[in-house]
């Protein structure tokens, strides 16, 4: 079956301007998983959804990173006014649940390069 | 605070050789630990997990045993192969549920004919 698949695969920005990514999740897949893959960093939780709770955003670097899921399947997120240090292959992931039994699964990532 | 410390590479092998990469970690509770695998050009992939201690993952010829007393997570291969190149995390994910991945900084692997 699909994947989860992400989109654009690549963007490139100006500093200052927003950018919205996107990720479809395998379908039935209640956890979704934001992730920062950069190579200062390594790879960097940002946020997770799971079914219709509130998510938990302890990962966002700072209020300029937002992400919402709509509809439990479909999730977006939000850069404002991005700087360079944003640049960095933002990653999606999602599990049937959140148990450790079960596994995630990774999309092939956004590069994000701000100018 | 819970982190994960693997060897930081790149590792360079001729092909056949044995492979080893270190991976600890500090944890509160009792994690699961898995390799994940990122072939060039490629997405994540799981290669291997183990959720308890004493548990051997196991996945294309790779191995890693979940050791609690020494808090350790070494991926280990006999006899690796020119498409064994890719980078190679280990993580952990704390047994509490909505917790994310905690990844190491990853190991490059390259394998040479």
């Known amino acids: 079956g699909a994947g989860v698949s992400q989109s654009p695969s690549n963007k490139v920005t100006e500093k200052g301007k927003d950018v919205e990514l996107r990720c479809d999740p395998i379908?039935?897949?209640?956890?979704l998983y934001w992730y920062r893959q950069s190579l200062g960093q390594g790879l960097e939780f940002l946020i997770y959804?799971?079914?219709?709770?509130?998510?938990?955003k302890s990962g966002l670097p700072s209020d300029r990173f937002s992400a919402e899921r709509t509809g439990g399947s479909v999730s977006t997120l939000t850069i404002q006014r991005t700087q360079q240090e944003d640049s960095a292959v933002y990653l999606c992931?999602?599990?049937?649940?959140?148990?450790?039994?079960?596994?995630?699964?990774f999309g092939p990532g956004t590069r994000l390069t701000v100018t | 605070g819970n982190s994960v410390t693997q060897m930081e590479g790149p590792v360079t092998l001729s092909e056949e050789a044995f492979l080893t990469i270190n991976c600890t970690y500090t944890?509160?509770?009792?994690?699961?630990l898995f390799w994940y695998v990122q072939y060039p050009g490629e997405g994540l992939q799981l290669l291997l997990k183990?959720?308890?201690?004493?548990d051997k993952g196991s996945n294309k010829g790779f191995e890693a045993t979940y050791r609690k007393e020494t808090t350790s997570f070494h991926l280990e291969k006999g006899s690796v192969q020119v498409s064994d190149s890719a980078v190679y995390f280990c993580?952990?994910?704390?047994?509490?549920?909505?917790?994310?991945?905690?990844f190491g900084k990853g190991t490059t692997l390259s394998v040479s004919s």
């Open positions: 992931a999602s599990s049937l649940a959140t148990d450790s039994s079960y596994e995630q699964y």
């Open positions: 379908s039935g897949h209640t956890a």
């Open positions: 959804f799971q079914g219709n709770s509130a998510p938990d």
């Open positions: 944890a509160t509770g009792y994690p699961s």
């Open positions: 183990a959720t308890k201690a004493d």
């Open positions: 993580a952990l994910k704390v047994f509490q549920a909505g917790t994310a991945l905690i």
